[in-house]
């Protein structure tokens, strides 16, 4: 694993992640992504390539906070292993040896401090992760703009994310699905004639399993 960098910050790759809670790389962009679209992430998603046997692909980077966010999401029984990668990250961005016993006491006072702070961005980001699964076991279909209140994103942006992610795109001024989207039961189009212009309409709308997935 390599130090990365992003504008003099430190941050862990989602491949990183990815290896040290034992987990597909997917499943690992396909979380984060979740988060971003709740407002759980501080930092908004930004892709970075990296090449693998020859072929090149996409990875997100994070900084401490939203890492740890995502390791507890995924599987929090590998939190401390990613804090101790984040240890080898900042040690290796700048060692500081303490010196004298007040150096060493600080120290152990300052990382106290950053566990406690920690616990408490987990707890704070908890409850809403769990309103957003529970609020999904509801059945029937919701319309997009239900669906970003839900998850308390912006329209514009939430629009944004799912057409950058080839999740739907723009047919005649109309946000539709990916067919292979359709397939799986995440969304459903509803189509019909209005009754005031005789003009036919179609709305796209996410299906109970098209909002767990996306949230």
């Not at 080898?88 to 566990?115: F, I, N, T, Y």
């Not at 529970?134 to 799912?162: D, H, I, P, W």
């Amino acid at each position: 694993m390599s130090q990365l960098i992003v504008n003099g910050v430190v941050t862990m790759s989602s491949r990183d992640i990815a290896d040290l809670v034992q987990s597909k790389h997917s499943d690992v962009k396909r979380s984060a992504e979740r988060l971003v679209a709740a407002g759980i992430l501080t930092a908004p998603l930004a892709q970075f390539d990296f090449e693998h046997n020859g072929n090149v692909y996409q990875e997100y980077r994070f900084n401490k906070r939203d890492s740890l966010v995502i390791v507890a999401r995924l599987s929090p029984e590998f939190t401390a292993a990613v804090v101790d990668r984040w240890q080898e990250l900042e040690e290796g961005q700048s060692v500081s040896v303490p010196r004298s016993l007040p150096e060493a006491l600080r120290l152990a006072a300052d990382l106290a401090e950053q566990k406690e702070q920690l616990t408490i961005q987990l707890a704070a980001a908890a409850p809403k992760v769990e309103f957003v699964d529970r609020y999904c076991s509801a059945k029937g279909s919701m319309s997009f703009r239900q669906v970003a209140k839900l998850l308390n994103a912006k329209e514009t942006e939430f629009r944004l994310f799912l057409i950058e992610r080839n999740i739907l795109y723009r047919l005649g001024g109309t946000l539709t699905p990916m067919a292979q989207h359709i397939s799986v039961g995440r969304f459903e189009v509803k189509t019909g004639t209005s009754s005031t212009s005789n003009h036919a309409f179609s709305q796209t709308r996410f299906t109970a399993k098209g909002v767990r997935w996306i949230g």
